[in-house]
Protein backbone atom coordinates (compact mmCIF):
# COMPACT_ATOMS: atom_id res chain seq x y z
CA UNK A 1 0.00 0.00 0.00
CA UNK A 2 1.49 3.68 -0.86
CA UNK A 3 0.92 5.98 1.71
CA UNK A 4 0.87 9.27 2.78
CA UNK A 5 0.48 11.25 6.07
CA UNK A 6 -0.26 14.84 5.80
CA UNK A 7 0.72 17.02 9.17
CA UNK A 8 -0.94 20.13 10.50
CA UNK A 9 2.36 21.37 11.41
CA UNK A 10 6.60 20.87 11.67
CA UNK A 11 8.49 18.49 14.00
CA UNK A 12 9.39 21.07 16.51
CA UNK A 13 7.64 22.45 18.74
CA UNK A 14 4.55 21.00 18.67
CA UNK A 15 4.49 16.62 19.59
CA UNK A 16 1.78 14.90 17.88
CA UNK A 17 3.54 14.54 14.09
CA UNK A 18 7.43 13.71 16.01
CA UNK A 19 6.41 11.72 19.00
CA UNK A 20 3.27 10.10 17.14
CA UNK A 21 3.02 10.24 13.10
CA UNK A 22 6.63 9.92 12.37
CA UNK A 23 6.76 6.66 14.67
CA UNK A 24 4.26 5.27 13.02
CA UNK A 25 5.36 6.18 9.58
CA UNK A 26 8.63 4.99 10.20
CA UNK A 27 7.44 1.28 10.94
CA UNK A 28 4.94 1.16 8.29
CA UNK A 29 8.12 2.07 5.95
CA UNK A 30 9.97 -0.90 7.83
CA UNK A 31 7.04 -3.02 6.90
CA UNK A 32 7.44 -2.71 3.13
CA UNK A 33 4.96 0.02 2.32
CA UNK A 34 6.44 3.06 0.19
CA UNK A 35 5.24 5.94 2.67
CA UNK A 36 5.59 9.96 2.49
CA UNK A 37 4.74 12.27 5.33
CA UNK A 38 4.49 16.03 4.18
CA UNK A 39 4.93 18.81 6.49
CA UNK A 40 4.03 22.66 6.34
CA UNK A 41 6.26 23.55 9.49
CA UNK A 42 4.44 27.32 9.63
CA UNK A 43 5.73 26.94 12.91
CA UNK A 44 9.52 26.46 12.32
CA UNK A 45 9.76 28.01 8.81
CA UNK A 46 13.15 27.40 8.84
CA UNK A 47 12.59 23.63 8.33
CA UNK A 48 10.45 24.23 5.09
CA UNK A 49 11.84 23.33 1.68
CA UNK A 50 13.90 19.99 2.04
CA UNK A 51 13.24 16.29 2.17
CA UNK A 52 14.98 13.34 3.23
CA UNK A 53 13.96 9.41 2.84
CA UNK A 54 14.73 6.65 5.55
CA UNK A 55 14.23 3.43 3.64
CA UNK A 56 10.44 3.03 2.29
CA UNK A 57 10.19 6.87 4.10
CA UNK A 58 9.95 10.09 2.64
CA UNK A 59 9.67 13.03 4.37
CA UNK A 60 8.76 16.12 2.43
CA UNK A 61 8.82 19.50 4.53
CA UNK A 62 7.34 22.16 2.30
CA UNK A 63 8.35 25.64 1.96
CA UNK A 64 5.71 28.21 3.79
CA UNK A 65 6.64 31.01 1.83
CA UNK A 66 3.62 32.81 0.06
CA UNK A 67 0.81 32.05 2.26
CA UNK A 68 -1.98 29.63 2.65
CA UNK A 69 -2.77 29.22 -0.75
CA UNK A 70 0.79 28.62 -2.35
CA UNK A 71 1.43 26.24 1.02
CA UNK A 72 -1.82 23.94 0.06
CA UNK A 73 -0.50 24.28 -3.56
CA UNK A 74 2.78 22.63 -2.67
CA UNK A 75 1.30 19.85 -0.64
CA UNK A 76 -1.24 19.34 -2.80
CA UNK A 77 1.95 19.12 -5.57
CA UNK A 78 3.55 16.76 -3.09
CA UNK A 79 0.17 14.67 -3.03
CA UNK A 80 -0.16 13.74 -6.24
CA UNK A 81 3.79 12.82 -6.41
CA UNK A 82 3.71 10.35 -3.89
CA UNK A 83 0.01 8.48 -5.81
CA UNK A 84 -1.07 7.14 -2.57
CA UNK A 85 -3.58 4.67 -2.29
CA UNK A 86 -4.55 5.63 1.55
CA UNK A 87 -3.91 9.42 2.50
CA UNK A 88 -3.76 9.78 6.63
CA UNK A 89 -4.78 12.88 7.92
CA UNK A 90 -2.92 13.86 10.82
CA UNK A 91 -5.63 16.43 13.13
CA UNK A 92 -8.60 17.53 11.21
CA UNK A 93 -7.34 20.89 11.33
CA UNK A 94 -5.11 23.29 9.71
CA UNK A 95 -3.50 22.79 6.55
CA UNK A 96 -4.04 19.21 7.01
CA UNK A 97 -7.84 19.92 7.37
CA UNK A 98 -8.04 21.65 4.48
CA UNK A 99 -6.35 19.05 2.23
CA UNK A 100 -8.94 16.70 4.00
CA UNK A 101 -11.90 18.67 2.71
CA UNK A 102 -10.06 19.18 -1.04
CA UNK A 103 -9.98 15.27 -1.16
CA UNK A 104 -13.49 15.32 -0.48
CA UNK A 105 -14.42 17.62 -3.13
CA UNK A 106 -12.58 15.79 -5.70
CA UNK A 107 -14.20 12.48 -4.74
CA UNK A 108 -17.28 14.70 -5.08
CA UNK A 109 -16.62 16.50 -8.57
CA UNK A 110 -14.96 12.70 -10.00
CA UNK A 111 -16.99 10.01 -8.30
CA UNK A 112 -14.11 8.27 -6.80
CA UNK A 113 -10.77 8.87 -5.20
CA UNK A 114 -8.20 7.74 -2.16
CA UNK A 115 -9.27 6.24 1.07
CA UNK A 116 -9.15 9.06 3.27
CA UNK A 117 -7.74 7.88 7.22
CA UNK A 118 -8.15 10.71 9.63
CA UNK A 119 -5.89 10.78 12.96
CA UNK A 120 -7.68 12.28 15.95
CA UNK A 121 -5.32 12.67 18.85
CA UNK A 122 -7.13 15.82 21.05
CA UNK A 123 -10.50 16.86 21.30
CA UNK A 124 -9.09 20.26 19.57
CA UNK A 125 -12.33 22.28 20.58
CA UNK A 126 -10.99 21.73 24.12
CA UNK A 127 -8.24 23.60 24.04
CA UNK A 128 -9.53 27.02 22.10
CA UNK A 129 -9.68 29.30 25.83
CA UNK A 130 -6.36 27.77 26.10
CA UNK A 131 -4.59 28.64 23.98
CA UNK A 132 -6.49 31.93 23.14
CA UNK A 133 -7.80 31.75 19.83
CA UNK A 134 -10.16 34.61 18.36
CA UNK A 135 -13.38 33.98 18.25
CA UNK A 136 -13.24 33.39 14.07
CA UNK A 137 -10.30 31.13 14.09
CA UNK A 138 -12.10 29.24 16.99
CA UNK A 139 -15.29 28.83 15.14
CA UNK A 140 -13.09 27.68 12.03
CA UNK A 141 -11.25 25.30 13.84
CA UNK A 142 -14.09 24.06 15.50
CA UNK A 143 -16.02 23.08 12.28
CA UNK A 144 -12.89 21.56 10.92
CA UNK A 145 -12.92 19.06 13.60
CA UNK A 146 -16.47 18.24 13.08
CA UNK A 147 -16.50 18.02 9.35
CA UNK A 148 -13.19 15.86 9.53
CA UNK A 149 -14.66 13.76 11.42
CA UNK A 150 -17.68 13.15 9.58
CA UNK A 151 -15.96 13.09 6.33
CA UNK A 152 -13.79 10.10 6.53
CA UNK A 153 -13.33 6.95 5.44
CA UNK A 154 -12.34 5.88 8.78
CA UNK A 155 -10.32 7.04 12.00
CA UNK A 156 -7.96 6.59 14.15
CA UNK A 157 -8.23 7.86 17.57
CA UNK A 158 -5.19 8.06 20.28
CA UNK A 159 -8.07 7.88 23.48
CA UNK A 160 -11.04 5.79 24.38
CA UNK A 161 -12.45 9.02 24.72
CA UNK A 162 -12.16 10.35 21.34
CA UNK A 163 -12.56 6.44 19.90
CA UNK A 164 -16.24 6.91 21.34
CA UNK A 165 -16.78 11.02 20.79
CA UNK A 166 -15.98 9.81 16.69
CA UNK A 167 -18.67 6.58 17.58
CA UNK A 168 -21.36 9.19 18.03
CA UNK A 169 -20.63 11.61 15.94
CA UNK A 170 -19.73 9.72 12.38
CA UNK A 171 -22.30 6.64 13.52
CA UNK A 172 -20.60 3.78 10.85
CA UNK A 173 -17.41 5.22 10.54
CA UNK A 174 -14.89 2.48 10.69
CA UNK A 175 -12.63 3.30 14.05
CA UNK A 176 -9.39 2.28 15.54
CA UNK A 177 -8.07 2.90 18.77
CA UNK A 178 -4.62 3.77 18.84
CA UNK A 179 -2.89 5.20 21.56
CA UNK A 180 0.99 6.85 21.59
CA UNK A 181 3.53 4.40 21.82
CA UNK A 182 7.03 3.79 23.04
CA UNK A 183 10.26 2.82 20.79
CA UNK A 184 12.71 -0.05 20.55
CA UNK A 185 11.24 -2.51 23.63
CA UNK A 186 12.66 -5.88 23.14
CA UNK A 187 11.90 -9.19 24.87
CA UNK A 188 15.26 -9.80 27.61
CA UNK A 189 16.11 -5.56 27.72
CA UNK A 190 17.11 -4.80 30.67
CA UNK A 191 15.15 -2.44 33.07
CA UNK A 192 16.29 1.20 33.30
CA UNK A 193 17.63 1.08 36.41
CA UNK A 194 15.42 4.68 37.89
CA UNK A 195 16.88 7.13 39.93
CA UNK A 196 19.39 6.98 42.45
CA UNK A 197 18.51 6.74 45.90
CA UNK A 198 18.22 9.90 47.93
CA UNK A 199 17.70 8.66 51.32
CA UNK A 200 17.79 12.40 52.70
CA UNK A 201 15.90 13.94 50.15
CA UNK A 202 12.63 13.13 47.98
CA UNK A 203 12.07 14.42 45.25
CA UNK A 204 8.77 14.38 43.14
CA UNK A 205 8.64 15.53 39.04
CA UNK A 206 6.08 17.33 37.35
CA UNK A 207 5.57 17.48 33.97
CA UNK A 208 2.42 19.92 32.86
CA UNK A 209 1.66 22.27 30.28
CA UNK A 210 -0.20 24.27 33.19
CA UNK A 211 -3.87 22.96 31.93
CA UNK A 212 -4.50 19.56 33.61
CA UNK A 213 -5.39 21.09 36.84
CA UNK A 214 -6.27 24.52 38.54
CA UNK A 215 -2.96 26.75 40.13
CA UNK A 216 -5.26 26.36 44.17
CA UNK A 217 -5.37 22.71 43.14
CA UNK A 218 -1.69 22.55 43.26
CA UNK A 219 -0.79 24.47 45.94
CA UNK A 220 -2.82 22.99 47.65
CA UNK A 221 -1.45 19.34 47.11
CA UNK A 222 2.36 21.10 47.23
CA UNK A 223 1.92 22.43 50.72
CA UNK A 224 0.04 18.82 51.89
CA UNK A 225 3.22 17.17 50.47
CA UNK A 226 5.18 19.28 52.44
CA UNK A 227 3.56 18.71 55.98
CA UNK A 228 3.99 15.15 55.04
CA UNK A 229 7.58 15.09 53.98
CA UNK A 230 9.17 17.79 55.37
CA UNK A 231 12.35 18.57 52.85
CA UNK A 232 10.30 17.04 49.70
CA UNK A 233 11.78 19.14 46.53
CA UNK A 234 9.56 19.48 43.83
CA UNK A 235 10.28 19.71 39.90
CA UNK A 236 8.12 21.30 37.66
CA UNK A 237 8.83 20.91 34.17
CA UNK A 238 7.06 21.79 31.18
CA UNK A 239 5.78 25.13 28.97
CA UNK A 240 2.91 26.82 28.79
CA UNK A 241 0.91 27.32 25.57
CA UNK A 242 -0.06 31.00 27.51
CA UNK A 243 2.86 32.57 29.45
CA UNK A 244 0.13 34.05 32.11
CA UNK A 245 -0.83 30.22 32.83
CA UNK A 246 2.76 29.37 34.35
CA UNK A 247 2.83 32.86 36.22
CA UNK A 248 -0.36 31.84 37.74
CA UNK A 249 1.10 28.74 39.13
CA UNK A 250 4.29 30.19 40.09
CA UNK A 251 2.34 32.51 42.46
CA UNK A 252 0.60 29.95 43.81
CA UNK A 253 3.23 27.31 44.22
CA UNK A 254 5.73 29.70 46.01
CA UNK A 255 2.62 31.10 48.42
CA UNK A 256 2.59 27.45 49.21
CA UNK A 257 5.88 26.81 49.55
CA UNK A 258 7.09 26.62 53.70
CA UNK A 259 10.66 26.39 55.36
CA UNK A 260 12.39 23.40 54.22
CA UNK A 261 10.48 22.63 51.05
CA UNK A 262 12.77 23.22 47.72
CA UNK A 263 10.28 24.50 44.49
CA UNK A 264 12.68 24.40 41.18
CA UNK A 265 11.36 25.27 38.30
CA UNK A 266 12.80 23.37 35.00
CA UNK A 267 10.88 24.56 32.19
CA UNK A 268 11.06 23.48 28.56
CA UNK A 269 12.76 20.04 28.52
CA UNK A 270 14.83 19.09 25.46
CA UNK A 271 14.89 15.14 24.58
CA UNK A 272 18.57 15.45 25.58
CA UNK A 273 17.89 17.00 29.19
CA UNK A 274 15.15 14.16 30.26
CA UNK A 275 17.91 11.38 31.34
CA UNK A 276 19.24 13.64 34.15
CA UNK A 277 16.17 14.78 34.73
CA UNK A 278 14.31 11.48 35.24
CA UNK A 279 17.88 10.19 37.32
CA UNK A 280 16.87 13.36 39.86
CA UNK A 281 13.33 12.02 40.24
CA UNK A 282 12.41 9.59 43.08
CA UNK A 283 8.86 10.02 41.77
CA UNK A 284 6.51 11.64 38.59
CA UNK A 285 2.78 13.15 39.29
CA UNK A 286 0.00 13.57 36.68
CA UNK A 287 -2.62 15.17 38.51
CA UNK A 288 -5.42 15.58 36.35
CA UNK A 289 -9.04 17.14 36.32
CA UNK A 290 -11.90 15.16 35.13
CA UNK A 291 -12.49 17.22 32.00
CA UNK A 292 -12.71 16.81 28.06
CA UNK A 293 -9.23 18.27 28.06
CA UNK A 294 -7.46 15.95 29.61
CA UNK A 295 -10.19 12.54 28.96
CA UNK A 296 -9.18 12.80 25.28
CA UNK A 297 -5.47 13.15 25.30
CA UNK A 298 -2.15 10.62 25.64
CA UNK A 299 0.36 11.65 27.14
CA UNK A 300 3.49 11.03 25.20
CA UNK A 301 5.21 12.02 28.19
CA UNK A 302 3.39 9.58 30.84
CA UNK A 303 4.41 6.43 28.65
CA UNK A 304 7.83 8.12 28.25
CA UNK A 305 7.80 8.57 31.90
CA UNK A 306 7.15 4.95 32.81
CA UNK A 307 9.52 3.46 30.35
CA UNK A 308 12.65 5.05 31.99
CA UNK A 309 11.76 3.79 34.69
CA UNK A 310 10.12 7.11 37.36
CA UNK A 311 7.80 5.32 39.53
CA UNK A 312 4.53 7.61 38.73
CA UNK A 313 1.31 8.43 40.80
CA UNK A 314 -1.36 9.34 38.05
CA UNK A 315 -5.33 10.65 38.59
CA UNK A 316 -7.50 8.12 37.02
CA UNK A 317 -8.53 9.76 34.33
CA UNK A 318 -8.79 9.20 30.44
CA UNK A 319 -5.46 7.66 29.25
CA UNK A 320 -3.97 7.59 32.62
CA UNK A 321 -6.22 4.69 33.47
CA UNK A 322 -4.98 2.31 30.60
CA UNK A 323 -1.72 3.16 31.20
CA UNK A 324 -1.22 2.48 34.29
CA UNK A 325 -2.97 -0.42 34.30
CA UNK A 326 -1.53 -3.89 35.67
CA UNK A 327 0.06 -2.21 38.34
CA UNK A 328 2.24 -0.04 36.12
CA UNK A 329 1.07 2.96 38.43
CA UNK A 330 -0.09 4.10 41.30
CA UNK A 331 -3.46 5.55 40.01
CA UNK A 332 -5.84 7.94 42.45
CA UNK A 333 -9.37 8.40 42.10
CA UNK A 334 -10.31 11.24 39.76
CA UNK A 335 -12.22 12.93 42.78
CA UNK A 336 -9.71 12.48 45.30
CA UNK A 337 -8.79 16.10 46.37
CA UNK A 338 -5.12 17.18 46.78
CA UNK A 339 -4.80 16.05 50.10
CA UNK A 340 -5.28 12.55 49.02
CA UNK A 341 -3.22 13.11 46.21
CA UNK A 342 -0.42 13.86 48.25
CA UNK A 343 -1.15 11.13 50.86
CA UNK A 344 -0.64 8.61 47.92
CA UNK A 345 3.04 10.05 46.84
CA UNK A 346 3.71 10.66 50.08
CA UNK A 347 2.85 6.43 50.51
CA UNK A 348 5.14 5.97 47.68
CA UNK A 349 8.17 8.03 49.10
CA UNK A 350 8.17 5.83 51.79
CA UNK A 351 8.35 2.55 50.05
CA UNK A 352 11.31 1.41 47.67
CA UNK A 353 9.63 -1.52 47.35
CA UNK A 354 7.17 -0.23 45.73
CA UNK A 355 8.55 1.84 43.35
CA UNK A 356 10.55 -0.75 41.90
CA UNK A 357 7.62 -3.02 41.56
CA UNK A 358 6.00 -0.05 39.64
CA UNK A 359 9.00 -0.13 37.61
CA UNK A 360 9.33 -3.73 37.02
CA UNK A 361 5.00 -4.21 36.13
CA UNK A 362 5.11 -0.59 33.89
CA UNK A 363 7.80 -1.85 31.75
CA UNK A 364 6.18 -5.10 31.31
CA UNK A 365 2.90 -3.23 30.73
CA UNK A 366 4.43 -1.18 27.77
CA UNK A 367 6.09 -4.14 26.53
CA UNK A 368 3.00 -6.00 26.11
CA UNK A 369 0.58 -3.33 25.10
CA UNK A 370 2.13 0.14 23.34
CA UNK A 371 4.97 -1.23 21.50
CA UNK A 372 5.17 0.89 17.81
CA UNK A 373 5.85 -2.34 16.30
CA UNK A 374 2.78 -3.15 17.17
CA UNK A 375 0.31 -0.66 16.58
CA UNK A 376 1.73 0.03 13.30
CA UNK A 377 1.10 -3.65 13.15
CA UNK A 378 -2.45 -3.07 13.89
CA UNK A 379 -2.75 0.12 11.83
CA UNK A 380 -1.44 -2.16 8.81
CA UNK A 381 -4.57 -4.89 9.39
CA UNK A 382 -6.82 -1.22 9.80
CA UNK A 383 -5.80 -0.40 5.92
CA UNK A 384 -5.99 -3.50 4.61
CA UNK A 385 -9.74 -4.04 6.17
CA UNK A 386 -10.60 -0.65 4.72
CA UNK A 387 -9.03 -1.72 1.58
CA UNK A 388 -11.09 -4.68 1.37
CA UNK A 389 -14.50 -2.89 1.75
CA UNK A 390 -14.19 -0.93 -1.20
Known amino acids: MRITFVAPFGLSSKGTVRARTLPLARMLAERGHPVTLLIPPWDAPAEGGRSWEESCLRVVSV???????WILARLWRELGRSQPDIVHIVKPRAYAGLVQWLLWQRRRW???????????????????????????????????????????????????????????????????????????????????????????????????????????????????????????HLLVAGQALQPGRADRFRAALAGATVQGGALEWVGPVTPDALPSLYARSTCAVFPAADVPLNQAKCSVRLATTLLQGVPVVASGVGEQVHYGQAGAARLVPPEATPEEFAQAVAALLDAPGQRQQLRERARARLHARYDWARLAGELEAFYRQLAERG
Open 110 to 232: RGRGVRIVLDVDDWEQAWEEVAGYPCLLARFLAWQEEWGIRHADAVTAASHWLADRVRADAPGTPVLYLPNGVPGLQEGDPLPEGPAPEPRTATVLWFTRFVEVAPSWMAAFWQALQRLQPGV
Open 63 to 69: SVQGGLP
